[in-house]
Structures are given as structure tokens and as C-alpha cells.
């Protein structure tokens, strides 16, 4: 399993941004897809996630302003960020895993696998 993130960068508060994740290796449509963030000297915390179904879950933190999505033919994994906050600044990371967990945000921060991460500072 092989996760790339893109997309970030730096931001002014109360902006947009659009995190991507190509993932390659397995069986994408089914698995329960996620993102997290890590700040610095901070626990990972997460943020959303998707199952196989296509249903969402996201952090109270986040909830109404991202929003997760996939491209199963792509094999494509999107956050939209709106309305971004300072305390939205973090390294933000792409995670799978199995499609018979309960698919949410904190367990897929735990899950199979994740990417290198891609950084988000709002300011």
C-alpha cells in the first residue's frame, strides 16, 4: 500500500485549501480511507474519514467546515478545507485501513498504513 499526499502550503485564516492523496496497492474502493493531522510536539489527532460505503465521519474540530471525498476510479482521496483556522496548522497525513473496521477518524489515524504527510500552516 502506497499513499502520496499533495496540496498543502500556507494559507490565511479563513481560507480554502484541498489536501489529495493517490493511494496505489490495493483494493481502494473498499477500505476505510482517512486523514489526520499531527502539529508539532501535539498528538496525532483525527480528523476524517470514509469507508467503503462512501459514508463520512469527521472530528467535532472539523465538522462543517472539511470535507472528505474519493475518486474510486481514481484512486483518490480529497479533504476540502474551508473556513481554516490557525489551530488547523499541522502536518496533515492520508491513512487506510481494513474495510471490516469501524471506519472514523480515530481509527484510521491508527490504521495499516499512511503517507509522508503534506504541511498546512494557516496564519
Known amino acids: 500500500v502506497q499513499l502520496v499526499e499533495s496540496g498543502g502550503g500556507s494559507v490565511q485564516a479563513g481560507g480554502t485549501q484541498r489536501l489529495t492523496c493517490t493511494a496505489s496497492?490495493?483494493?481502494?474502493?473498499?477500505?476505510?480511507l482517512g486523514w489526520f493531522r499531527q502539529a508539532s510536539g501535539k498528538e496525532r489527532e483525527g480528523v476524517a474519514a470514509?469507508?467503503?460505503?462512501?459514508?463520512?465521519t469527521y472530528a467535532d474540530s472539523v465538522k462543517g467546515r472539511f470535507t472528505i471525498s474519493k475518486d474510486n476510479g481514481k484512486n483518490t482521496l480529497y479533504l476540502q478545507m474551508d473556513s481554516l483556522k490557525p489551530e488547523d496548522s499541522a502536518m496533515y497525513y492520508c491513512?487506510?485501513?481494513?474495510?471490516?473496521?469501524?471506519?472514523?477518524?480515530?481509527?484510521?489515524?491508527?490504521?495499516?498504513?499512511w503517507g509522508q504527510g503534506t504541511q498546512v500552516t494557516v496564519s
Open positions: 496497492g490495493y483494493a481502494f474502493s473498499t477500505y476505510c
Open positions: 470514509i469507508d467503503g460505503d462512501g459514508s463520512t
Open positions: 491513512a487506510v485501513d481494513y474495510p471490516e473496521v469501524l471506519c472514523s477518524p480515530s481509527v484510521v489515524s491508527g490504521g495499516i498504513s
